[in-house]
C-alpha cells in the first residue's frame, strides 16, 4: 500500500471528491497521514463495509486519520539564519537606486513598498517538517535539504519556473545564499528524477514546467561570492545536472517534422488520468466526452500544466473550450525559445567551467586532460543550438505579421485561434539567439512595430493573449513572468539592432509592470500573481480586478529585479 493509493488515485480520492469534502481539490491532496497509508486504508475499507458513507462519516473518518494541509513544513527563520538579514535591509534605500530619482514626497512609500517586498521572503521561506524525513510514505512533499521560498497562497511547495523569477528577486536583495540554497535544492531533483518536477508534490512527478534551472545556474554564477574553487564545484555539478535535464526534453518532449526533418520540442504528459490536485474539475470536464476523448483531455490539461499557461485558448483546438484542449498537438514558441536559452546558457556554463580548470590545482573534478571534452561539449551544443535557431526560423516564423507562431502537427500549419498575437509569440527575442533568429536592422524594427500594433501591450503591462477566454492565460491578465522575459527580450533587440524602438518599448513594459504592483500594493497591501493589464489607468486589480492569489514569489521577484538593474527605464512619474 502507498501513498499514490490515497492521494493520486483509488476509491478514497473519488470518495473526498464525491462528496465536496473540501472546496479546493489541492487541499487534500497536500493533506498528511496520522498513520501510514496501509493503515489507512484498512481502515476505510472497514469503514466502507460497516456503514453507508455519507459527507459526515467521511468528514469523520478524515479528522481521524488527515491532518491539514500545510502540516508538512515549517516557516524558516531566515532573520535568525541569515546573518546580515537586517544588516541588508538597512541598505536597501543605498542599494536600489531608484528610491533616489522619485520626489521626496513619493521616497518613503517606495522604500516602505521594498522594505516589504524584501520581508516577504521571510514569509514565504520553508523548510520540510522533520515528521517528513520520519514518515515519507504519509506526506505527498518532496522532500528538499535546504531553505526554500515557496510560491505562496495555496501554493505550499516549490513551483519550477516560479524559481527563476524568485531566484532574480532574492539576488536583487543580495540574498545570495538563499538563491544559491534554492538552485542546489532544483539540482537534487534532477538528480533524482531526471528532471525538474512541476512542483514539489509527488502528484507533480509526471510533468516538467518551463526549463529554466540553466537560467538560474548562470545568474548564480554571476552573482557569486566565493573563491574559484567552490565556483568550480558549483560548476561541475550543476553542469551534470543540465546535462541530465536537457536530455529528459530530448528522450520525452522532442517532435521531428517535415523534410529534410525538423527537430523541436512540445509540452507532453503520457497520462490518461485527471489530475489529483485537481481531480474534481477535470472529471466534470470530461463527463460528456467519450474514452479517448477523455485520454486525449487528460493529456492536455498535464501538458498544458507542464507549460505554465494553464489555462489558455492557446492550447484550445476551438479556441474557446477547455474540453477541447490539445497541448500535445502544438509546438510551442515559447518552450523551444527557453530550451534555444538553454543551449546558449549551457555553452556559457562550459566555457566558463573551461577557464577555471585552468586556474586551481588539479583536483577529483578533472584537470588539463579534461579540457578537450569539455570543449566537444561546447561544439556539440553549439550545433544544437545552430539547429534548432534554424527550425524555429524556418517553421516557427510568420514573415508577414513579422513575429513567431505555435505550430498544429495535425494541421500542418500555425495554430488558429481568436487572437492575432500573445506574448509567447515574441518570446525568441529571450532566447539569447537573436543573431539567428532576426535577419536585419529591417526586420527587427518590423518586430518592434508588429509588437506596438497587436494590441498585447496596454495600460497595464503585456497581456498574454488578446483574445478574453475566461481562461486565465489570456486577456485582460497579464503575468509577472512574461513581463520580465519580454522586457529583457526587446533589450536584447535593441543590442542586436541599436535604434529599432525596442528599447521605448522595453521601458514601457518595466514602467507598466511597476506602475501595476506598486498601485496594487499601495490599495490593498498585496502583491499577487497575475493582474489585469486593462484596470483603471493601468493599475491592474482596482475594484475586484486583482487575482485571489496573494503573496506571490515571482511577482516580488520581477517587481524587485525591475526596480534594482532598470531604474533607468523606470518613469518616476508611475509613484504619484
Known sequence: MTTEEIFLRGALLKSVHHFGAFQDCKDFVDSSLKEDPQVVLEKFQQLLESQPLDKNVLNTFLQTYFQPAGSDTLRFQVEQSIPDWFQLESQLEDNFSIVNKINEDQRQAVLSWITFLFKAWGSLCLQVHPQVYEHPSRYTLIPWKKPMIVAGGRFREFYYWDSYFIVKGLLSCGLF?????????????VFMFGFVPNGGRIYYLNRSQPPLLSDMVAVVVRNWSGDNSSLLTFLHRALQGLEKEYEFFSNYRSVTIGDPPLHLNRYFVNTW???????????????????????????????????????????????CHLHTICTQDIIPVCLNSILLRMESQIISLY???????????????????????????????????????????RLLWDKHSHQWRDYDMKRNEWTRRKFDSAASNYLPLWSNAIESLVS??????????????????????????????????????????????????????ERFAPGCGAKQVASKIISRYIHSTFHGWRQTGHMYEKYNAMGSEGRGGQGGEYAVQIGFGWTNGVALSFLRHYAEWIDSEIFT
Open 273 to 319: 488520468e485527471p489530475r489529483p490536485e485537481s481531480f474534481c474539475s477535470d472529471t466534470q470536464l470530461v463527463n460528456s466526452c467519450n474514452e479517448q476523448q477523455k485520454t486525449q483531455c487528460f493529456c492536455g490539461l498535464a501538458s498544458a500544466a507542464e507549460s505554465g499557461w494553464d489555462f489558455s485558448s492557446r492550447w484550445l483546438e476551438d479556441g
Open 177 to 189: 545564499t538563499l538563491a544559491r540554497d534554492m538552485v542546489d535544492n532544483l539540482l537534487d531533483m
Open 351 to 393: 566555457r566558463q567551467y573551461v577557464a577555471l580548470l585552468g586556474t586551481v590545482p588539479s583536483s577529483t573534478l578533472g584537470t588539463k586532460d579534461k579540457l578537450n571534452e569539455e570543449e566537444q561539449r561546447i561544439l556539440w551544443f553549439q550545433e544544437q543550438r545552430l539547429r534548432r535557431a534554424q527550425a524555429i526560423r
Open 440 to 493: 536585419s536592422q529591417e526586420e527587427a524594427e518590423a518586430i518592434v512595430e508588429s509588437f506596438l500594433n497587436s494590441g498585447l501591450l496596454q495600460a497595464g503591462g503585456v497581456l498574454t493573449t488578446t483574445f478574453e477566454s475566461g481562461q486565465q492565460w489570456d486577456s485582460p491578465n497579464a503575468w509577472p513572468p512574461l513581463q520580465d522575459m519580454l522586457a529583457e527580450g526587446f533589450l536584447a533587440l
